[in-house]
């Protein structure tokens, strides 16, 4: 969807220090990146910086005519209406900023606004995994498509998205897909993003590795666990098993109603090598009932597919042909129920970007 589209949407990667302006078309970046320093004390300065970094790519676009502008920014904040809420992050923003409407107004174009989690959700489910893995099902042979995925950032916090068939789940309060704030399983006091952040692998490092006192990234605590770096090497790898667990529980409920592709994006999920094990292994546990009967946590197979053995299975067509009875004819029955975890090969940045890009044509289209 969109692959040949010819319009062209300005986008927007709003990080905490960087504001980074592109464009995109037939998701493909059409313009050089412009960069320039966020603003986060004073909201007019703000607003001006954004106006300047569209502006720039407007000229770099020459005669070309931008039809949206679209771009993921924190919250909370009412995405539907374009009003940025109280962010820690950005001071100014107290009580509510019309963002969208300011930008619609000035540009003259339609402006949409969304989170981070659900446009690298949809990013990953138009132009990323869920189509890369159903051409490598259409490759084996197999019959099976997918058209469900839940996409998952490990970074700073836990975010997350929902497709379903190809549309973005929003909700009627715009918090589809938030998982940062279900229930912790190994902190039932906690919310799981306590234990699924950057916070959450320093933090259960150090809790095992006392001695090192170093201030750590998890990238440098993946280098310990690889023996690539100086360090206890065996809390490196409970520091990502246990978010590889504690995130699994939270993916659990959530594919539990989702029923589609896990795809797992953001800055931790460079690490995957030592999360998928874990999360996988908890994926496919079970559970008991009072009549001491047990249950699988799924009721499909969670397959790791970064490993080949993985990826072998999940694409196998164990299908098989049932009659029709009173006729000649034979029907595919799909007796075996799977879904893959994987992470995001075009990466969390491109995905989110990618998925602006086919939320503003996609509503554009609707309305």
Known sequence: MYENDKRVVMTLDAGGTNFVFSAIQGYREVVEPIRLDAVNDNIERCLQV?????????????????????????????????IIGDLPNFPC?????????????????????????????YGEALAGELPRINSLLAESGSAKRYRNLLGLTLGTGFGGGVVIDGKLLTGDNGCGGDVW???????????????????????????????????LSPKDISLI??????????????????LGRVAADAIIH?????????????????????????????????????????????????????????MDEFLKDNSKKVKVLGSGREVSYFNETKTGVTYSRIGTSTAISFG????????????
Not at 65 to 78: M, Y
Not at 98 to 113: E, K, R, S, W
Not at 225 to 242: D, L, P, Q, V
């Open 50 to 82: 954004l106006v300047e970094g569209f502006r720039m790519v407007e000229k770099a676009l020459g005669d070309v005519k931008p039809v949206a502008i679209s771009f993921a920014f924190p919250g909370p904040a009412d995405y539907g209406h374009g």
């Open 181 to 215: 704030l279900m229930r912790n399983v190994k902190y039932p006091n906690l919310i799981t993003e306590e234990s699924v952040s950057i916070r959450a692998v320093k933090r259960v490092y150090h809790e095992n590795a006392p001695e090192d006192a170093r201030d």
């Open 254 to 310: 959530a594919i539990d109603i989702v029923d589609g592709i896990v795809v797992i994006g953001g800055g931790i999920a460079n690490s995957w090598r030592h999360i998928f094990p874990s999360l996988v292994k908890e994926m496919n546990s079970t559970l008991g009932a009072f009549s001491g009967a047990q249950f699988p946590c799924l009721q499909m197979k969670a397959f790791d597919l970064t490993v080949k053995e993985g």
């Open 93 to 121: 923003f107290r009580g509510g900023v019309a963002m969208g409407p300011f930008l619609a107004d000035t540009f003259n174009i339609p402006v949409f606004i969304n989170n981070d989690g659900n446009l690298f959700a």
């Open 356 to 367: 602006a890009y086919a939320y503003a044509l996609a509503t554009i289209d609707r309305d």
């Open 225 to 242: 666990a690889e023996g690539k770096a100086e360090g206890n090497a065996s809390a490196a790898r409970t520091a990502f098993g246990e």
